[in-house]
């Protein structure tokens, strides 16, 4: 079994920035590539980024390409959502979510571990 813990979220002004880190435990953190999806009030989960078991690649949504960058540090067995120039559209709850394949998967259908998510709130 796999848990994965969030942390990181909170309330930030347009235009500011977060760091979230996906503290995963359990097995090998190096087995797993990693996604974050987010989901907003009434609307349904998407894919925000993806990163590979090495962390060599990574994939973005349109919506957030240039602005997050994905991450991972397979010592700390932690991957992180850097968040740079927040939108309020940008404001959801976060979830990292781990899968027991390598590449870029952007389907949450195929991640097998979810974690409990981070809200994340900006202003306007």
């Known amino acids: 079994q796999v848990q994965l813990v969030e942390s990181g979220g909170g309330l930030v002004q347009a235009g500011g920035s977060l760091r979230l880190s996906c503290a995963v435990s359990?097995?090998?953190?190096?087995?797993?590539?990693m996604g974050w999806f987010r989901q907003a009030a009434g609307k349904e989960r998407e894919f925000v980024a993806a990163i590979t078991r090495s962390g060599g690649k990574s994939s973005y949504a349109d919506y957030v390409k240039g602005r997050f960058t994905i991450s991972r540090d397979i010592a700390k067995n932690t991957v992180y959502l850097q968040m740079n120039s927040l939108t309020p559209e940008d404001t959801a709850v976060y979830y990292c979510a781990a899968v027991g394949l390598d590449g870029l998967i952007v389907a949450n259908l195929e991640y097998d571990y979810w974690g409990q998510g981070t809200q994340v709130t900006v202003s306007s």
């Open positions: 359990g097995r090998t953190f190096s087995s797993y590539a």
